[in-house]
Nanobody, 129 residues
Framework: QVQLVESGGGSVQAGGSLRLSCGRP?????????MAWFRQATGREREGVAT???????TYAESVKGRFTISKDNAKNTMYLQMNSLEPEDTAMYYC??????????????????????WGQGTQVTVSS
């Protein structure tokens, strides 16, 4: 089932940019603790792209580091993936995911490894050469 709403995918030429968004801005007084983007190319395994934790620390796959930027707006229950200098190898279905939803002013638990339980429906990104 669709738990998060994604948008921003499309078709671009190599070197172009896209910005993906994901979340539930209709929710109020809540926030997601950790958020992440994944992607899956046709016939390939799903791979992690980027993560952002409860205090704003980020991680990136080596293949996108320096080109993609993950960010979030807790007040809007929304995260973003700014993708610049896109390459044909970036072509994939992109999925967002989050950990638990908590009251806005609550603290988030410290975990060794985030458990992503909420997922978006996916948005297609196609990059042509």
């Amino acid at each position: 089932q669709v738990q998060l709403v994604e948008s921003g995918g499309g078709s671009v030429q190599a070197g172009g940019s896209l910005r993906l968004s994901c979340g539930r801005p209709d929710y109020t007084y809540t926030k997601y603790c950790s958020m992440a983007w994944f992607r899956q190319a046709t016939g390939r395994e799903r791979e992690g792209v980027a993560t952002i934790d409860s205090i704003g620390r980020t991680t990136y796959a080596e293949s996108v580091k320096g080109r993609f930027t993950i960010s979030k707006d807790n007040a809007k229950n929304t995260m973003y993936l700014q993708m610049n200098s896109l390459e044909p190898e970036d072509t994939a279905m992109y999925y967002c995911a989050t950990t638990v939803l908590v009251p806005y002013e609550s603290s988030c638990p410290s975990v060794q490894r985030p458990e992503y339980t909420n997922w978006g429906q996916g948005t297609q990104v196609t990059v042509s050469s």
